[in-house]
T-cell receptor
């Protein structure tokens, strides 16, 4: 069964304290893995697409990496404005998309 | 206007009311989606329209009725909803046909059923 699991559920970091979020997936024939950021009261905002194992993408303090079974979102020296819920998703069979439940990140000044 | 726009942003309705949610995309995409987002649960895909034809209906109760009059507009018609239908309803669009294209989301309609 296709599915996506994210961990941890919640993460509190001091400003400048680097860490990583995990997204594990099981899907037949990966056609991309997507990372999104969601702020309270807003819709998910697209961050990255990763297509193949070994691929990396960077944007400011965020770097996403992909293996055959999981993806990591590394946050380097985070700032309070990085606080948000981070979601990952994979396309399934047909027109399905599977999202994880997200990691709620809080960065404390 | 750019991106994906949803109206209204908030909606409170009784169980016997009829209302509609509206979504408009300005990205030139050919597919549109309705999702339900509830606390502590993953986004649930409800409906998919590709080139204005419904291609996915994930066992959604008939009290939710989608409509896609053209590739830029999507509606979700609501009637006789239940309290458990209270949630954030998100619209998204994407360009199908190219592999692995991401979806782009609106900011949602927060629906509360009294």
């Amino acid at each position: 069964e296709d599915q996506v699991t994210q961990s941890p559920e919640a993460l509190r970091l001091q400003e400048g304290e680097s860490s990583s979020l995990n997204c594990s997936y099981t899907v037949s024939g990966l056609r991309g893995l997507f990372w999104y950021r969601q702020d309270p009261g807003k819709g998910p905002e697209f961050l990255f697409t990763l297509y193949s194992a070994g691929e990396e993408k960077e944007k400011e303090r965020l770097k996403a990496t992909l293996t055959k079974k999981e993806s990591f979102l590394h946050i380097t020296a985070p700032k309070p404005e990085d606080s948000a819920t981070y979601l990952c998703a994979v396309p399934g069979t047909g027109n399905q998309f599977y999202f994880g439940t997200g990691t709620s990140l809080t960065v404390i000044p | 206007e750019t991106g994906v726009t949803q109206t209204p942003r908030h909606l409170v309705m009784g169980m016997t009311n009829k209302k509609s949610l509206k979504c408009e995309q300005h990205l030139g995409h050919n597919a549109m989606y309705w999702y339900k987002q509830s606390a502590k649960k993953p986004l649930e895909l409800m409906f998919v329209y590709s080139l204005e034809e419904r291609v996915e209906n994930n066992s959604v109760p008939s009290r939710f009725s989608p409509e896609c009059p053209n590739s830029s507009h999507l509606f979700l018609h609501l009637h006789t909803l239940q309290p458990e239908d209270s949630a954030l309803y998100l619209c998204a669009s994407s360009q199908q046909g190219a592999p692995g294209q991401p979806q782009h989301f609106g900011d949602g309609t927060r629906l509360s059923i009294l």
